[in-house]
């Protein structure tokens, strides 16, 4: 069992599917109580060539993911200040943040934000005990990724050393041990989950 878990409470967003929902029921597993948050945009792409990216797609992204996430933290960080309550966020970036990926410099775009907002956000944190950091996960099997076209799935595997998708349960792992007590000397950091695909 991981250490500081059992008895907190935990806000998982985008909780109705995906890593979201793996993630909340670990915490659940491990005594937490948990608030579920389905975000209805949590997890959306607007694919398309930049030649051919319109405003909205663009928009509409950068708002779902990058100002999601800077919301939602915001929200629950000046929460954790006013009632003196020390804690972890954990932020969803993605390896499409980390290496880019064709036909979606808007959610490159977004899930990098997402990183360098959480080291920042970090280092404004930390003096009032709160961590914060990003996990970074590689294809997933979820829904999302179930709509990649098999051209495209093929191409990845081929790309990642460990020659799979990952588990919504390897992901949730990682949330669980950021969460815990047993990271709370780890904060400002993004942590790859991603079969070796950006190394």
């Known amino acids: 069992m991981l250490s500081g878990l059992s008895g907190k409470l935990a806000l998982v967003a985008g909780a109705g599917s995906g890593i979201g929902k793996t993630v909340a029921l670990k915490l659940a597993a ?6 579920l948050f389905d975000l209805n945009k949590e997890g959306i792409t607007r694919d398309a060539m930049l030649l051919k990216m319109t405003d909205d797609q663009w928009d509409s ?13 915001q929200i629950l ?21 980390k290496i880019g990926n064709t036909g979606q410099a808007n959610y490159s775009a977004a899930k990098a934000g997402i990183i360098a907002f959480s080291k920042a ?32 799935k093929q191409m990845v595997l081929m790309m990642t050393p460990m020659g799979r998708f990952g588990e919504t349960t390897e992901i949730a792992d990682l949330y669980c041990f950021l969460a815990s007590e047993s990271s709370s000397y780890i904060t400002g950091v993004d942590i790859e989950v991603a079969g070796g695909l950006a190394m």
């Open 30 to 35: 491990h005594d937490c109580k948990v608030g």
């Open 61 to 73: 992204i950068i708002s779902c993911h990058l100002k999601g996430s800077f919301l939602f933290t």
């Open 77 to 97: 960080a000046r929460q954790m200040v006013k009632a003196k309550i020390s804690g972890s966020i954990v932020n969803t970036g993605s390896i499409s943040g």
């Open 121 to 152: 956000t970090a280092r404004e944190l930390a003096p009032k005990g709160i961590r914060c950091n990003t996990v970074v996960p590689g294809f997933i099997n979820t829904p999302m990724a179930n709509a990649i076209p098999p051209h495209i």
